[in-house]
């Protein structure tokens, strides 16, 4: 069963900073089709979580550009430009490769300083 | 708009059943698949089960299987989990999600209902 490891498990950042998760799998994402299936996504306090970042690095629809993500193979990272107090909440990163079992890393919780 | 409202959660007793819905809009139900995702009380999101577009594949985890079972009715464009043999650690809120192909397979969930909260006690 792959394993999705992300870090830190928490940061505090301050308005305006840059932040940084780290998402590395047990294996590789990468499908024979040449997409990887690595998906962030981000909980708000008290909501349901909701799509940021699809196959690696584009954006669903109404993300602000000050998230990006990148990596490959094992290793990816999800980037805010600019950390918002909107950003905070818990963000996970999540494998569709390895099915039938979709596996989501185990969140990585944002405050803001 | 899309919008996902699931129901049926509530408090059981260990060995009980409880069978959740999701009624959706703002898509055409029939053409995607879709899947149910829990999240125990404080803890991070676990996959559960999930269904092709047709119906006719289905798909869970190990912890589930054989006691949870899903279901369509492309009619009501309403998604269900019957959940049976209910557990203390199935305790959880349980999201339905809309997979983004229709044919179970690599994609992500685009868009997750609000959830609802399922508590197995004695």
């Known amino acids: 069963e792959i394993v999705m490891t992300q870090t830190p498990l928490s940061l505090s950042v301050t308005p305006g900073q840059p932040a940084s998760i780290s998402c590395k799998s047990s294996q590789s994402l990468l499908h024979s089709n040449g997409k990887t299936y690595l998906y962030w996504y981000l909980q708000k306090p008290g909501q349901s979580p909701q799509l940021l970042i699809y196959e690696v690095s584009n954006r669903f629809s109404g993300v602000p550009d000050r998230f990006s993500g990148s990596g490959s193979g094992t290793d990816f990272t999800l980037k805010i430009s600019r950390v918002e107090a909107e950003d905070v909440g818990v963000y996970y990163c999540m494998q569709s490769i390895h099915l039938p079992f979709y596996t989501f890393g185990q969140g990585t919780k944002l405050e803001i300083k | 708009e899309v919008q996902l409202l699931e129901s049926g959660g509530g408090l059981v007793q260990p060995g009980e059943s409880l069978r959740l819905s999701c009624a959706v809009s703002g898509f055409t139900f029939s053409n995607y698949a879709m899947s149910w995702v829990r999240q125990a009380p404080g803890k991070g999101l676990e996959w559960v089960s999930a269904?092709?577009?047709?119906?006719?594949?289905?798909y869970y985890a190990d912890s589930v299987k054989g006691r949870f079972t899903i279901s369509r009715d492309d009619s009501k464009s309403t998604l269900y989990l019957q959940m049976n043999s209910l557990r203390a650690e199935d305790t959880a809120v349980y999201y339905c999600?809309?997979?983004?192909?229709?044919?179970?397979?690599?994609?992500?969930?685009?868009?997750w209902g609000q959830g609802t909260l399922v508590t197995v006690s004695s």
């Open positions: 999600a809309k997979l983004e192909r229709y044919s179970y397979g690599p994609t992500q969930f685009d868009y």
């Open positions: 269904i092709s577009g047709s119906g006719v594949s289905t």
